[in-house]
């Protein structure tokens, strides 16, 4: 389903590259978000098996899902280390910066239909990791923001994968419980 050696080469890219990161509002080092989104993939893959997935370019994306976002690594770092189609992949998970904040994701959503569904399942595992709870400097507002963001993610790139969908779909709905 997917090549452990691959993901070892992944991991430590990735691992390298968000070296210095945490998570936001914690002290945990950033690896533990990037290997919760590919473990939300891959549980994903093994819960609703099938040849047409190809795992191993789906775990590659979700480890290194936010290199070009967050870290010095860059579009052609990819290309060179692990292929064009990799950093395409990373690319469309990648919010453009350049465009206002309020079309951002879109724009990066409809990139990610582009790439196909193992990019789209990354991004609803990024963002059922990301539905933990908020930092405590969020308020209400932001919180019914995001959880809204999440309900757009679904709905433009759900129809793909039951499992993974269900499972954001729970995530969304356990969110409210941090602004109502």
């Given amino acids: 389903m997917w090549n452990q050696d691959i993901y070892l080469q992944t991991l430590l890219f990735a691992g390298h590259a968000h070296r210095k990161q945490k998570v936001p509002a914690s002290e945990m080092s950033y690896v533990v978000h990037i290997t919760n989104v590919a473990m939300e993939v ?32 860059e579009y052609e770092d990819l290309v060179a280390e692990f292929g064009s189609q990799i950093a395409a992949g990373v690319l469309a998970l990648t919010k453009n910066q350049k465009l206002p904040k309020e079309v951002q994701m879109a724009d990066s959503l409809a990139r990610i239909v582009a790439q196909g569904k193992e990019v789209r ?40 994968h039951p499992y993974i969908e269900a499972r954001l779909k729970q995530k969304i709905d356990d969110y409210k419980q941090y602004f109502e």
């Fill in 121 to 160: 399942i990354v991004k609803m595992a990024d963002r059922i990791n990301n539905l933990q709870k908020p930092p405590k400097h969020w308020d209400a507002a932001k919180m019914k923001r995001y959880q809204k963001e999440a309900v757009l993610i679904l709905e433009q790139l759900g129809g793909i």
């Fill in 42 to 73: 891959a549980n994903a893959l093994v819960q609703h098996p099938s040849d047409d997935w190809d795992g191993t370019f789906a775990i590659q994306c979700a480890l290194l899902h936010d290199t070009i976002e967050d870290t010095e690594v």
